[in-house]
T-cell receptor
Framework: ELKVEQNPLFLSMQEGKNYTIYCNYS?????LYWYRQDPGKSLESLFV?????AVKQEGRLMASLDTKARLSTLHITAAVHDLSATYFC???????????FGKGTKLTVNP | NAGVTQTPKFQVLKTGQSMTLQCAQD?????MSWYRQDPGMGLRLIHY???????DQGEVPNGYNVSRSTTEDFPLRLLSAAPSQTSVYFC?????????????FGAGTRLSVL
């Protein structure tokens, strides 16, 4: 059974600082997704990582995937308040048409 | 282009009542799914469908039924609501399955069962 663990679950940081969110998963997969959710809103797709070594960047966010370590990271550079949200990673359960989500990381960026 | 539309947005039920959560997409996606989101639990898959006439169970299917008579619609039925089904429900769709493509999510239905 695929398990997906994110850490930290809560992250409070100051504007301008850098930080990394980690997503570990328990079984082989080469497809990983990052989503953002604002309070009371739906989920918005941020990144799709489809192979080992994949790196995607959008603004102050950069995601990477290491399938051998079963690890993805979401790196935040010079955080701004607008990045405050909950971030989820999700992993494809080996071609089963199912996604398994982590519990999410609630990020708060303070002025 | 509306994307994924869920109705209603909010619903309060009494224990034992039944209801149907509606989900429709206009992107001609084959794959549709239902998730529930509970505090601190992330999203958990309830049921999914890989095309019209085909459905399957996800991680937490008990107490829920689905059907897929058309490509566009994927309703979720609660036959006898229980307080444990208080949650936020999201419908999602994708072309070719979530393991192959981005899933697009609806705005959610917030359900309270008293």
């Amino acid at each position: 059974e695929l398990k997906v663990e994110q850490n930290p679950l809560f992250l409070s940081m100051q504007e301008g600082k850098n930080y990394t969110i980690y997503c570990n998963y328990s079984t082989t997969s080469d497809r990983l997704y990052w989503y953002r959710q604002d309070p009371g809103k739906s989920l918005e797709s941020l990144f799709v990582l489809l192979s080992n070594g994949a790196v995607k960047q959008e603004g102050r966010l950069m995601a990477s995937l290491d399938t051998k370590a079963r690890l993805s990271t979401l790196h935040i550079t010079a955080a701004v308040h607008d990045l405050s949200a909950t971030y989820f990673c999700a992993v494809d359960e080996g071609g089963s048409e199912k996604l398994v989500f982590g519990k999410g990381t609630k990020l708060t960026v303070n002025p | 282009n509306a994307g994924v539309t869920q109705t209603p947005k909010f619903q309060v039920l009494k224990t034992g009542q039944s209801m149907t959560l509606q989900c429709a997409q206009d992107m001609n996606h084959e794959y549709m799914s239902w998730y529930r989101q509970d505090p601190g639990m992330g999203l958990r898959l309830i049921h999914y469908s890989v095309g019209a006439g085909i459905t399957d169970q996800g991680e937490v299917p008990n107490g829920y039924n689905v059907s897929r008579s058309t490509t566009e619609d994927f309703p979720l039925r609660l036959l006898s609501a229980a307080p444990s089904q208080t949650s936020v429900y999201f419908c999602a769709s994708s072309y070719g399955g979530p393991g192959k493509n981005i899933q697009y999510f609806g705005a959610g239905t917030r359900l309270s069962v008293l």
